[in-house]
């Protein structure tokens, strides 16, 4: 086998494993918090779920930048395990956690040596052929996707049967087994000479040169809206479909399966949407999902009923399954060489971004525009970055992208 496919496949389980151990806390957190650590009041409890769980997006937003610019100078492979192995000591310390305080600076510590997932982006990258780069996008996408869906499913089912503390072990044990996995198998041409040759800019000069590429800051633009449009109507979604359902009966499981039914179909799309990007260029797939995306949220604010609701949500995790693997094969395309890991670090900063301004902004915007405006919201939102795209990326460019890595 070649060495690029050992790499995605030992890294695909990497980002599952990750993307599971950071959502497998969200079906039993206020549990854990009550029956565990000691908390008695309900709103006390909800006010700490909700830090505790935002406390690893804002410390991974800060840090992702510094994490790349280290990986362009000591190779991806060092960052990935450093985060893998991290994540693994610090999860299974979360299982020690006697009060609130102390899973909450876990939790931003966890944030704080984060960075699995743009270092394998970035590996990848470095590593596949040009003609597989989009299978190779898609593909990695759908681990941390799997993750994602999986991971409270299996974190409510381990809490059911071995308790909540047991899972945080269980958790650090599966992410050194992957870091370990990684350790031995992947392998990355890195020619640490050569990167310690070139001139290291400050992660704040980095952004400035990055941000000068206007392919680079439309395809950031690109992430941020589609979290921002995925998150913010996210909290109030359990409550859209109570009023569509219109009965108590079965209400969770349909709750839970709207909530899933754009990762399953997101998981299903990206492998094949990437293959396809191969073939025609990840700027039409990124341009068509784009615009996909944007018309698929509109029939969301009309449903009249949850089976319309969950059409509309896969329709959209289709489209969506076209835009994170478009995304990172462009950056790759775009970045000048040597700034590769920080590109996708600034890129997973702008994703963290998305998830914390999305639930906050769209919480406050529901009082005066309800759910279904959000809805509409976010389709013009990604219209208008699908207008961005076309003028940056789909239009003919006179200047070679990495003819600029020397600015």
Do not use: C
Not at 61 to 90: H, N, T
Not at 92 to 118: D, E, Q, V, Y
Not at 135 to 146: H, K, V, Y
């Amino acid at each position: 086998m070649e060495q690029w496919k050992k790499n995605l496949i030992v890294l695909w389980f990497g980002q599952f494993l990750v993307m599971a151990g950071m959502t497998m806390v969200i079906p039993f957190l206020s549990l854990y918090l009550q029956f565990d650590l000691g908390l008695t009041d309900k709103h006390e409890i909800g006010i700490w779920a909700g830090v505790i769980f935002a406390g690893n997006f804002v410390t991974s937003f800060i840090f992702q930048p510094i994490w790349g610019k280290l990986a362009d100078r000591y190779g991806r492979k060092m960052m990935l395990l450093r985060s893998g192995f991290g994540m693994a000591i610090v999860m299974a310390l979360m299982g020690f956690a006697t009060n609130p305080w102390h899973l909450l600076l876990l939790r931003m510590l966890n944030g704080t040596i984060s960075g699995f997932n743009p270092a394998s982006v970035a590996l990848i990258s470095a590593t596949t052929p040009k003609n597989r780069m989009g299978f190779a996008m898609g593909t990695i996408q759908s681990g941390g996707i799997a993750g994602t869906i999986l991971g409270p499913f299996m974190g409510g089912l381990l809490a059911d049967t071995i308790g909540f503390r047991p899972i945080f072990y269980l958790t650090g044990a599966l992410l050194f087994a992957a870091s370990l996995l990684a350790l031995f198998v992947v392998k990355e041409p890195f020619d640490r000479v050569k990167a310690a040759a070139r001139i290291q800019a400050s992660v704040i000069e980095g952004f400035r040169r990055l941000s000068r590429i206007p392919e680079l800051t439309s395809l950031f633009a690109v992430t941020f809206l589609i979290q921002f449009a995925m998150m913010s109507p996210m909290t109030l979604m359990p409550l859209y479909v109570q009023e569509l359902h219109g009965t108590t009966a079965n209400l969770a499981f349909f709750a839970g399966f709207v909530g899933s039914v754009t990762g399953l179909s997101n998981l299903i799309a990206s492998p094949l949407l990437g293959r396809l990007s191969d073939r025609v260029g990840a700027e039409r797939v990124l341009g068509v999902a784009l615009i996909g995306a944007a018309l698929a949220f509109i029939p969301q604010a009309f449903a009249g009923t949850v089976w319309q609701l969950l059409l509309a949500r896969f329709v959209l995790g289709i489209f969506l399954g076209g835009l994170i693997p478009a995304v990172n094969a462009l950056i790759r395309k775009y970045t000048p060489d040597g700034m590769e890991s920080r590109a996708y670090s600034f890129n997973s900063s702008t994703l963290g971004l998305g998830n914390m301004v999305g639930p906050i902004t769209g919480g406050a915007l529901s009082g005066w525009i309800g759910i279904q405006g959000l809805f509409i919201v976010s389709a013009v939102m990604l219209l208008v970055n699908a207008a961005w795209v076309w003028q940056s990326l789909l239009r003919k460019r006179p200047i070679n992208i990495k003819g600029r890595a020397g600015e």
